[in-house]
């Protein structure tokens, strides 16, 4: 059986990836879908019940809560995901070159990732938050900035495997250039490895992304965020504690999808592995 | 009746439905000693782990393993407890990571005496001691304070074999006591085994790979291949009269051995003249 | 093993140095200049000569190895600067700062072992049971919530709805639990899982079968299992243990504890970078002792690593 029939045969795999695909079109369709504008106060409607108008009620100021929450996945999903595109392009960039030429450039690299891994990614993210400046780019650059190190350091080893492997000694000594190389045998190879990777972390991202949001540190009110709007359900509290229940459910949701998918991704890739947790359960 | 009462012995694979050994068939009186040969993979190991409860939880055992009539697969789990160790002891084979890494040998040897029969600690380790000298350990005391990283292979099996002696069991199942051990070594300590036998009267399963060995010790014979038994009798019937062309195959490959080894050995010798 | 403490010791030497580097060079490399950001907190008019007085006044003006050969000494001294906003000087702040947090991760590391110790032996051993089947599923809750919702909902139910707890502040043993469990519950499920399958792990390993084999009582060998799996989770919990220590930024802001975390946030937001700066190398150097400290213990319960491999 190959990866995708096995991925296909995992029911709360395919179910997770339903979920997370209809996430990412409810959040870029939000403009079309959601019944109301996000951003619209609307103070005589101040914390309506659920209606048909407004179907999980209304805010402090009167803004509909399911528009806040699908314009929220565009901030909070599309963006972790953005962001973990762009520490994966990174981080594959720099470890296939790490890997690949070996050497001095490779030392270079090499040195850097051992600096900054010898943070841990919080005290990290925190750091470049602090002297780039609050805001929801300065925390997108703090996650790539915290994690790339992490995956060049694991590509540059599947490089390393790959490399060694015969039929890409046999491209070199058949005079194929570098960048063909890389292109045309090293990334297929070393993709699925790291797809796995990027599914555990995106979870992670989105927990630090809402996290900081939460905090002040990352999005800036009124734009609509999963965390940012339980920072202000946090300050009605003790009046309207409902408020807190839709931001968090879908933060919950989505992360657990991920974490669940990745899991299942790969148990896919490694069916031996598999055999054990058939066991375990 | 016979000691141990092995029938129908079938083990299968509950994840990939592959069956390890099947319909395994003998038994075992007291003061006898069975050999099971048969090549690598064939389901030795598997057997050995099955008698006594201890196939891994993937594995689906049926069959029946009678200790005194007793089935022991569907005895509770605290009475073969019981039964393991003080009944029926096993020596690895693989010595190397028998023993756990962080504990001295002196402590698994003296918590195993001492769970298992009525000694203190002191008395315990004395006779760990006096064991593990039996045993051609020439610094026991030594030894017991070493970790399993710290001893080779072949005095980890010694260790093994000494602690199965001082336990005393009804049954000892040997799996391929000796292939850790030089070819000294190994005289010695079969040769223990043998004296081991007639002083307590012990059963006893011996499984290697030397058919020489087996011949020296056991009595009756098994051999397997591929998870089957195809061969089970008296010693001297089996190398007499193989029944099973792969028992025969098995005594040619040895004749022929020891044949091209003699003539080895004469050639060295001529060369030498 | 002496020897193998020093060299442990020894090799984080070049690792501080490394850390202590790129925490300024961070800080350094601000698009925001210190000298503007100290003028404008200070609510002064960022004239040109103001700001050249206080890059002079900040020694902003020299080259960049030499402010950072002045500054390490200075860090060394424990002479971090002084805070842009309150004047004051940073370790000050920190010494004022850092005993709430101590209190607050050290509460909740003692809760996150003992919790997760238990349920994780119990789970191990009862592998398959109701019982593990429902921790399990806390487990996987626990991993996909937020922690800052947590936190709320746990403000909300004991210290609103109940009131059993304050909401926030920091007066007497009473204000520490809820920020405590708080802080615990994300590292309890980690640590649960972790100990159950490296304990399900190591029971099929061959030293187990032995034992079984010597007929040994199921609690010694849940000992031996234990023991051998002890390791992997203490390396975890030492790299946790600064993860933690980060993790109090958001308890911290939740619940008003008046620790490192919520200094350093309000640093951020005030862009107070010396208060920030100390922030960073302290938990650096932070997360590279407690890994020291971790190996060494572990080496100290492995004869392997004890006697030099
Ligand atoms: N725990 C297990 N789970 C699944 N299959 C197993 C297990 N243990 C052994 N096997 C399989 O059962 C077969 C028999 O293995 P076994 O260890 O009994 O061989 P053996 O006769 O002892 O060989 P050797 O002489 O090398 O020790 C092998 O094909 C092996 O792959
Ligand atoms: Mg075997």
């Known amino acids: 059986m190959n990866f995708w029939m096995r991925l296909k045969s995992d029911r709360i795999a395919v179910l997770c990836m339903i979920l997370l695909f209809s996430v990412v079109l409810l959040g870029i369709f939000a403009p079309l879908i959601a019944p109301h504008d996000p951003l619209e106060p609307n103070i005589k409607f101040k914390f309506a019940d659920n209606s048909l108008e407004y179907p999980l009620g209304t805010d402090q100021l ?13 901030t909070t999903v599309v963006l972790s995901l953005l962001t973990m595109g762009a520490t994966l392009f990174i981080g594959t960039f720099l470890g296939i070159v790490a890997g690949f030429s070996r050497g001095k450039v490779d030392e270079a690299i090499m040195r850097l990732c051992d600096v900054l891994l010898s943070f841990p990614s919080e005290v990290m993210i925190l750091a470049i938050v602090g002297m780039l400046g609050p805001g929801l780019t300065n925390v997108v650059i703090a996650n790539i900035a915290a994690k790339w190190a992490w995956y060049t350091r694991m590509i540059r080893s599947l490089v390393m495997e790959y490399t060694d492997k015969n039929y890409i000694r046999f491209a070199k000594v058949a005079g194929c250039s570098s960048s063909h190389i890389m292109r045309k045998h090293l990334l297929p190879g070393v993709l699925g490895d790291v797809i796995v990777l990027a599914t555990l972390d995106t979870g992670w991202v989105i927990l630090t992304i809402s996290s900081l949001s939460f905090l002040g540190l990352g999005v800036q009110a009124p734009t609509p965020e999963w965390g940012m ?3 202000e359900a946090k300050n009605i509290m003790t009046t309207h504690p409902a408020q807190m229940l839709p931001p968090g459910i879908a933060i919950m949701v989505v992360v657990a999808a991920f974490n669940f998918l990745g899991d299942s991704i790969r148990d896919a890739l490694d069916p031996k592995g598999d055999q054990t947790k058939a066991v375990v359960k | 009746m016979s000691l141990l009462n092995i029938r129908n012995l079938t083990v299968c694979d ?8 099947k319909d395994i068939h003998f038994e075992i009186d007291s003061n006898t000693c069975l050999g099971i040969v048969g090549e690598s993979g064939s389901g030795k190991s598997v057997t050995c782990k099955a008698i006594l409860g201890l196939a891994n939880p993937w594995l689906e055992v049926t069959g029946q393993v009678l200790l005194e009539g007793n089935n022991l697969l569907n005895a509770e789990q605290e009475t073969l407890r019981q039964i393991r160790g003080k009944r029926i002891c096993m020596i690895l084979q693989d010595a190397m990571t028998a023993f756990d890494p962080l504990y001295t040998i002196g402590c698994q040897m003296v918590e195993t005496l001492c769970e298992n029969g009525q000694y203190n600690k002191t008395d315990a380790k004395i006779i760990a001691m006096e064991t593990l000298q ?23 099996q010694r260790c093994m074999i000494a602690l199965a002696m001082a336990l005393k069991p009804d049954i000892l199942i040997a799996d391929e006591p000796t292939t850790a051990l030089d070819a000294i070594n190994q ?5 223990e085994f043998q004296r081991l036998r007639q002083i307590t009267g012990m059963a006893m399963i011996f499984i290697s790979h030397d058919l020489g060995v087996v011949q020296h010790l056991a009595d009756k014979i098994l051999v397997m291949k591929d998870g089957e038994q195809v061969e089970y009798g008296p010693i001297e019937q089996v190398f007499e009269k193989p029944q099973h062309i792969y028992t025969r195959y098995l005594l040619d490959t040895r004749k022929a051995l020891t044949k091209s080894f003699h003539e080895a050995m004469k050639v060295r010798r001529s060369n030498k003249c | 093993m002496k020897r ?7 090799a984080i030497f070049p690792i501080l140095i490394g850390i202590s580097f790129f925490a300024f060079f961070l800080i350094n490399s601000s698009p925001s200049d210190p000298a503007e950001v100290a003028l404008r907190v200070n609510e002064t008019v960022a004239t040109p000569e103001a700001i050249a007085t206080m890059r002079r006044e900040l020694g902003l003006d020299k080259p960049f190895l030499l402010r950072y050969g002045t500054w390490l000494l200075d860090s060394l001294q424990g002479d971090f600067g002084n805070s842009y906003i309150t004047k004051q000087p940073v370790l000050n702040e920190m010494n004022k700062a850092f005993p709430a947090t101590l209190a607050l991760a050290s509460l909740s590391l003692f809760i996150t072992m003992g919790v997760s110790m238990f349920f994780g032996i119990w789970c191990a051993v009862h592998e398959g049971s109701v019982g593990d089947k429902i921790v399990r599923g806390f487990i996987f809750v626990g991993t996909a919530m937020p922690s800052f919702w947590a936190g709320l909902l746990i403000m909300w139910l004991f210290a609103v709805k109940f009131d059993l707890f304050p909401t926030s502040g920091m007066d007497g043993f009473h204000s520490i639990i809820l920020p405590a469990v708080t802080l615990s519950l994300t590292f309890i499920s980690t640590y649960i899982r972790l100990i159950r399958n490296t304990m399900i792990q190591n029971r099929q390993e061959n030293y187990v079968l032995y034992a079984k084999v010597r007929g040994l009582k199921e609690k010694t060998i849940t000992r031996h299992i234990f023991k051998n799996s002890l390791q992997a989770s203490l390396t975890a919990l030492g790299m946790s243990i600064p993860k933690l220590i980060a993790g109090t930024v958001i308890v911290e802001n939740i619940f008003a504890w008046p620790g490192i975390g919520r200094l350093c ?10 208060i920030i700066e100390a922030y960073i190398v302290m938990m650096a150097v932070l997360f590279v002792v407690c890994n020291l400290i971790m190996d ?4 100290l319960l492995d004869p392997r690593i004890r006697q030099g491999e």
């Open chain 2, 134 to 156: 039996k045993m051609y350990i020439r610094e026991p005391r030594l030894v017991l304070k070493k970790y399993a990283h710290q001893l080779s292979g072949g005095m980890l």
């Open chain 1, 229 to 231: 709007m339980l920072s």
């Open chain 1, 62 to 74: 009167g803004r509909c809560v399911l528009s806040r929450l699908l314009y929220g996945i565009k």
């Open chain 2, 14 to 21: 509950r994840r990939t439905d592959e069956i390890l050994i």
């Open chain 3, 265 to 274: 946030v309000t640093a951020i937001f005030n862009r107070d970078f010396p």
């Open chain 3, 296 to 299: 060494i213990v572990c080496a």
């Open chain 2, 187 to 191: 005289r010695e300590v079969i040769e």
């Open chain 3, 4 to 10: 193998y403490i020093l060299q442990r010791v020894l």
